[in-house]
């Protein structure tokens, strides 16, 4: 069984920070890349960051550079996104997805499995 699960949302106050969690099973780890994805109420699903299985190349949004920090931990099959100084405007639910790519990622879509979310919500 495929599974990818979210965990470590919540509330958290503008400014503070929130590690989130996606933990992979059921599928050989090293072969896919990984993203993190958010939606809000209202908008279409944007995507925040990826990392590539084979090399572990990042990709971020404009809107989270430098912000928030995507890592792998093989050992675990888990990979987290770090979120420091979170505005209002990163409130969503976010979701992790796995695409079986080696080389690259891409937070343009083209994922395979996906969890169901983790709602993260920041008060001003």
């Known amino acids: 069984e495929v599974q990818l699960v979210e965990s470590g949302g919540g509330l958290v106050q503008a400014g503070g920070s929130l590690r989130l969690s996606c933990a992979v099973s059921?599928?050989?780890?090293?072969?896919?890349?990984i993203g993190w994805f958010r939606q809000a109420p209202g908008k279409e699903r944007a995507g925040v960051s990826c990392?590539?299985?084979?090399?572990?190349?990042?990709y971020y949004a404009d809107s989270v550079k430098e912000r928030f920090t995507i890592s792998r931990d093989k050992a675990n099959n888990t990979v987290y996104l770090q979120m420091n100084s979170v505005r209002p405007e990163d409130t969503a639910v976010y979701y992790c997805?796995?695409?079986?790519?080696?080389?690259?990622?891409?937070?343009?879509?083209?994922?395979?499995?996906w969890g169901q979310g983790t709602q993260v919500t920041v008060s001003s």
């Open positions: 997805a796995a695409d079986r790519t080696k080389d690259y990622c891409s937070i343009f879509g083209g994922y395979e499995y």
């Open positions: 059921g599928f050989t780890f090293d072969d896919y890349a």
């Open positions: 990392i590539s299985s084979r090399n572990g190349l990042t």
